[in-house]
C-alpha cells in the first residue's frame, strides 16, 4: 500500500496570512503512461462530510477558491492557503488515486492563530 | 445538486451482519463510479470499497475482502455496503461517494455519512 504522511499535524495561522501543508508517498504516484500526479486534496470542515479541493495534484475543483492551491510531482506535494479567511478552519486530508488501495493521509488541522 | 443520502447504520454486535445504503440524487447515477469511505470516530479517513458504474470492476481493502461486498441497482440510484463479520475495528461513520467518471478513482462528492458501531 502507498503510505501518505503529512505534515505537520496541525497549524495555527493569523487571518490573511499564508498556510502551506505537506504531504509525502511512500512511492511516486506519478504516471507514466499520461504524466499525471494522481493526488487530491480534501477538506473537512467541523461536523461535515469531505469536500474535493484539488485533484491531478494542482487541479482546482469547481467553485474551490483560488486561494487554494495545489503544487508538487512525484512524491512530494504541498497545499498553498494563500490568505487564511476564518471559514477555511479545517482538518486538510491528502490522497493518492494511483492504485488500490485508495490511501489517504493523517490529516492536518488548520485553526486562526 | 448532487445528494447522496446514507441511511441503515446502527448498532450491531460483533460478528454481526448490517448493510448500508445510499441513494443519489441530482447526477446520472449509472454513468458515475461509486466508493465507500469510513472514518472511525475522532479519526481520518479510510476508504473502504469500489465499483465501477456497471460493476465490472470491484475493489476492497484488504481488511474489509471477504466480509463486505459492494453492489449497486442503478435502476434505483442505490448504492449498498454489504457488512459481515463485523468487528470493533469497523466502527466508524461510512461515507457514500461518487467517483468523478465511469471508473474514477477521484472523488469528487461526499454524502452524509451513516455511523455503524460494532459493539456489545
Known amino acids: 500500500d502507498i503510505v501518505m504522511t503529512q505534515s505537520p499535524d496541525s497549524l495555527a495561522v493569523s487571518l490573511g496570512e499564508r498556510a502551506t501543508i505537506n504531504c509525502k508517498s511512500s512511492?511516486?504516484?506519478?504516471?507514466?503512461?499520461?504524466?499525471?500526479?494522481?493526488f487530491a486534496w480534501y477538506q473537512q470542515k467541523p461536523g461535515q462530510s469531505p469536500r474535493l479541493l484539488i485533484y491531478w495534484a494542482s487541479t482546482r475543483e469547481s467553485g474551490v477558491p483560488d486561494r487554494f492551491s495545489g503544487s508538487g510531482s512525484g512524491a512530494d506535494f504541498t497545499l498553498t492557503i494563500s490568505s487564511l479567511q476564518a471559514e477555511d478552519v479545517a482538518v486538510y486530508y491528502c490522497?493518492?488515486?494511483?492504485?488500490?488501495?485508495?490511501?489517504f493521509g493523517g490529516g492536518t488541522k488548520v485553526e486562526i492563530k | 445538486q448532487v445528494q447522496m443520502v446514507a441511511s441503515g447504520g446502527g448498532v450491531v454486535q460483533p460478528g454481526g451482519s448490517l448493510t448500508v445504503s445510499c441513494v443519489a440524487s441530482g447526477f446520472n447515477f449509472n454513468s458515475y463510479a461509486m466508493h465507500w469511505v469510513r472514518q472511525p470516530p475522532g479519526k481520518g479517513l479510510e476508504w473502504v470499497a469500489f465499483t465501477r458504474y456497471d460493476e465490472s470492476k470491484t475493489y476492497y481493502r484488504d481488511s474489509v475482502k471477504g466480509r463486505f461486498t459492494i453492489s449497486r441497482d442503478n435502476s434505483k440510484n442505490t448504492l449498498f455496503l454489504h457488512m459481515s463479520s463485523l468487528r470493533a475495528e469497523d466502527t466508524a461513520v461510512y461515507y457514500c461517494t461518487k467517483g468523478q467518471a465511469s471508473g474514477s478513482f477521484i472523488i469528487d462528492y461526499w454524502g452524509q455519512g451513516s455511523l455503524v458501531t460494532v459493539s456489545s
Open positions: 512511492r511516486s504516484v506519478l504516471s507514466s503512461a499520461d504524466n499525471k500526479n494522481y
Open positions: 490522497q493518492q488515486y494511483y492504485n488500490s488501495p485508495l490511501t
